[in-house]
């Protein structure tokens, strides 16, 4: 397979669980479209931060510890104006937290689950499947050995599904199935390069909007050896 212009090299990385914004930086440098997004420590640096970034934002309390965000209530989405990101602050729960992030509220027409693994005793793996919250629920996914080929990614995207969905059906449009194959074939070159340091990535979701509208990870985490 040939490589992706942009793709790599890894940042340097520290070892154990990567934040959002570390994990996010990682996929970046490979050119896999992330969400722009600002750490907050306290109500006015995250307004200032929303007012920097446009409205409507999201906020996400993060911790190293926490790996399920949205179970946890550290999710607050689509904030409107600087009074509903104060109340937004406020009503973050009671835990230990390394800051709040503030991002840019992205739209998309499905979600992706895009992942990546090192396998012992096989090697590099990459992973898409329907994604989202209800991901483990739907299990709809395919596995192949990195790096892939743009054709090898299309052809796992093809098995899925969601297929249909990606094609446009019943009057829905057809969405951005070449931004998701480039952003699966930018992840599946992190595995390729990190090898036996990278214990697992994913990307979950990656929105993906209408043909040319493109795809944006609003999520990431990742754990390195
Ligand atoms: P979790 O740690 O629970 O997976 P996420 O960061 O994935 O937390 O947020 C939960 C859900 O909120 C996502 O699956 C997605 O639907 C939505 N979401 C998160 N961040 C954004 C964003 N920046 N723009 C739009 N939707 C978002
Ligand atoms: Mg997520």
Redesign the pocket.
């Given at each position: 397979p040939e490589r992706p212009p942009g793709a790599g090299p890894a940042p340097a990385l520290p070892g154990g669980a990567l934040t959002?914004a570390e994990a996010k930086s990682l996929a970046a440098a490979y050119g896999v479209p992330v969400?722009r997004g600002v750490l907050a420590q306290d109500a006015d640096a995250a307004v200032a931060a929303a007012e920097a970034i446009g409205f409507p934002v999201?906020l996400?309390g993060v911790s190293r510890a926490?790996?399920?965000?949205?179970?946890l209530g550290?999710?607050k989405?689509n904030l409107a104006d600087a009074a509903a990101v104060r109340a937004a602050f406020a009503a973050l729960p009671d835990i230990p937290l390394d800051g709040v992030l503030v991002?840019?509220?992205?739209?998309g027409e499905a979600?992706l689950i895009l992942g990546a693994r090192h396998e012992p005793g096989f090697g590099p793996l990459v992973l898409v499947g329907t994604?989202?919250?209800l991901v483990e629920v739907l299990r709809d996914v395919q596995v192949a050995p990195a790096p892939l080929r743009p054709a090898d990614a299309e052809a796992m995207l093809r098995r899925l599904a969601l297929w249909p969905v990606l094609a446009g059906v019943r009057g829905r449009p057809a969405l951005d199935v070449a931004a998701a194959v480039d952003a699966l074939v930018r992840l599946s070159w992190i595995a390729a390069d990190l090898g036996p340091r990278l214990v697992e990535m994913d990307l979950?979701?990656i929105?993906l909007r209408a043909v040319g509208g493109g795809a944006v990870a609003?999520?990431a985490?990742a754990t390195i050896h």
């Open positions: 959002e969400t999201v996400k926490v790996v399920h965000k949205s179970d550290l999710v989405l991002q840019e509220m992205a739209r979600e994604g989202g919250v979950n979701p929105l609003v999520d985490r």
